[in-house]
């Protein structure tokens, strides 16, 4: 398997391990939902190619040459060991086709986000971090994301949002690079956690008032360099306790 570093450029190889440290980072949060949910990336250079993960491999597994790089029509570019999931590469491929700013994209089906977007009023701007996530994006369940059919609907209501909630189904971000899309899915599971928490005391909410929401979304605006701020100790982390990923 380490062979690959040697069949791909420098930028694909760092890409390689900011998407296996990635994965390794949701199974370390508790995120993973064994298989079943998927992150993606473009890779540098002039085709659209991305890469995603094997479907073979739980997300503490994964490791920089176990990732699929496949095309927009979903075959695969570097021939390996593994497969890839259908319904992902549905959603995945149509947000790199529709998004030349979506240099990563990660979805998942946690217990609060997937119970949030359950919920008829989704996610509430009831805390600091549901508040510094912005503009959010809904997608109505549609079955199972194995028709390609359904992604033009996808493309349509995410729109230019960062974070959407794929309803009675999960969450989904888009960042231009793995940590900033890392960060977005950070805040957004935090936020639905924040929020079930808050629900599950069974006394009435206490939303923040106006002028505040409308001084934290511009303050969150101007956070530009959050992303890079938390990458390295996040790496350093993943070194200290999961150092395979590298691999």
């Known amino acids: ?77 570097l021939p ?34 997937v119970g949030v977007s359950c919920q008829e009023d989704g996610l509430l701007p009831v805390s600091q971090t549901a508040l510094v996530l912005g503009h959010i994006a809904y997608h109505d369940f549609q079955g199972i994301a194995l028709n390609h059919d359904e992604r033009p609907d996808l493309v349509r209501d995410l729109g230019d949002a960062n974070v959407m909630i794929l309803r009675n189904h999960g969450t989904l971000v888009v960042g231009r690079t793995v940590p900033e899309a890392f960060r977005w899915m950070y805040n957004t599971e935090r936020a639905c956690e924040q929020q079930v928490a808050a629900q599950s005391g069974g006394a009435r909410l206490r939303m923040p008032p106006d002028a505040a929401v409308a001084t934290i979304r511009e303050q969150a605006r101007n956070r530009t360099g959050a992303a890079k701020l938390i990458w390295p100790p996040l790496l350093r982390l993943l070194d200290a306790r999961y150092p395979g990923f590298r691999d």
């Open 1 to 77: 398997m380490n062979a690959v570093q040697a069949l791909v450029s420098a930028e694909e190889w760092e890409l390689r391990v900011n998407v296996a440290a990635a994965f390794r980072l949701v199974a370390h949060f508790g995120w993973d939902d064994i298989v079943f949910t998927h992150i993606s990336a473009r890779v540098p250079g002039p085709d659209t190619h991305f890469l995603i993960n094997p479907y073979e491999l739980m997300f503490h597994e994964i490791t920089a040459s176990s990732l699929v790089k496949v095309d927009l029509d979903g075959a695969v570019v």
């Open 80 to 113: 390996g060991a593994f497969s890839f999931n259908p319904a992902g590469f549905t959603i995945h491929s149509a947000i790199h086709a529709a998004r030349e700013d979506a240099g990563c994209v990660m979805h998942l089906h946690t217990k609060c986000g």
